[in-house]
């Protein structure tokens, strides 16, 4: 297979979609607790960000049921311990689909960061559901899977 790495592209001014795999454990107060994940996906953001790309995250944590959305398994606390170890603004998306997440797109500039709401918000992301999989392909010209951990999973934001 003749797959290209970050290095053979030019993202400059593009939207790259990016799987990472945040699903990090929080602490009591609903922070991070364990940040090992996302400090190892920050030489492939910062590459991006350094590239003048706009940089859309996309993830899972935990196992959430079906319209369950609690702040357990919000992506918001791993956005927010990003923006503290990455030289790069990083926003957040209320959902990963939908409005909400097309006006964040669409409001990125080159060499920010956008984290989207947990994929597993939605029971076709562990399906691998073809509509659901193409929202989330809609946000980036580019896609980037930085999550080996998850890379084996027949999810919609994998494959």
């Known amino acids: ?24 454990p929080f602490d009591d107060e609903g922070g991070v607790s364990d940040d090992t994940r996302i400090r190892a996906a920050i030489p492939t953001i910062q590459h991006l960000v350094d590239a003048g790309a706009k940089v859309i995250l996309t993830s899972h944590r935990g196992r959430p049921e079906p319209g369950e959305r609690l702040r357990k398994t919000s992506l918001q606390p791993a956005a927010e311990r990003l923006n503290e170890l990455i030289d790069a603004n990083v926003k957040f998306a209320e959902d990963c689909i939908g409005a909400p997440a097309e006006e964040a ?55």
């Open 1 to 24: 297979m003749n797959k290209k790495t970050i290095r053979d592209i030019n993202p400059a001014g593009k939207r790259v979609l990016m799987r990472v795999d945040f699903n990090v």
């Open 105 to 159: 797109v669409a409001a990125l500039q080159d060499g920010e960061v956008l984290m989207l709401e947990n994929v597993r918000y939605y029971p076709e992301e562990k399906k691998n559901g073809e509509e659901f999989a193409e929202k989330l392909a809609a946000h980036g010209e580019i896609f980037v899977n930085d999550a080996f951990g998850t890379a084996h999973r027949e999810h919609a934001s994998n494959v």
